[in-house]
């Protein structure tokens, strides 16, 4: 694969590059130092925009795409990249900011390297939403509608007539449940030390 192609993996996923404007509403709002982002694949958007992002991902062709140099030529900040599965222990210090979009419970297994009062950006596609939901570590404090965030984050997480939200079900299933009201993506903001980085 020639240098070109590996950046054309990030070229060939659109969206990507559409999730900027959430990244840089963010950035100025939360004004996150290190961010983490298990599960990325070669979604690098969020390092045109944060200044140290720890990407971390199982698939075989992310190693070559992370350390191509046509990609790194392309991102104006610091990255590094994590070849690995986030269920397992990883070498990072304490982040101010952890992504979950797409990629299961993130929530969960990742809570460990958000420092106390660090954020969690996260959207329901694997049920992680609900699963931090209901853990109470985690405490809603705004939802994202497109790049927009709102504080007003009242009446959100109230499952539909008939649905049961059980965090472990949804943590081993990964199946959201339906809600009354839903957002694209949530914040949470970590209020207990727990498994918590507190440095």
Known sequence: ????????????????????????????????ERVLYPGSYV????????????????????????????????????????HGDYREPLAVAPVDLLLSQYAGPISHYCKRYVRLGGYLLVNNSHADAGVAALDPDWELVGVVRGSRLSRDAEGYFEPKPGRVANREDMIESMKPIGYTKAASNYLFRLESTGNAHNE
């Open 1 to 32: 694969m020639s240098e070109e192609s590996k950046w054309e993996l990030y070229e060939e996923l659109p969206h990507l590059e559409q999730r900027r404007p959430l990244w840089e509403t963010l950035d100025n709002e939360l004004a996150p």
């Open 43 to 82: 979604d690098i958007s969020p390092s045109f925009v944060f200044r140290d992002v720890t990407y971390v991902d199982m698939d075989q062709r992310c190693p070559a795409f992370f350390a191509d140099g046509a990609v790194q030529q392309r991102v104006p900040y610091s990255f590094q990249f994590i």
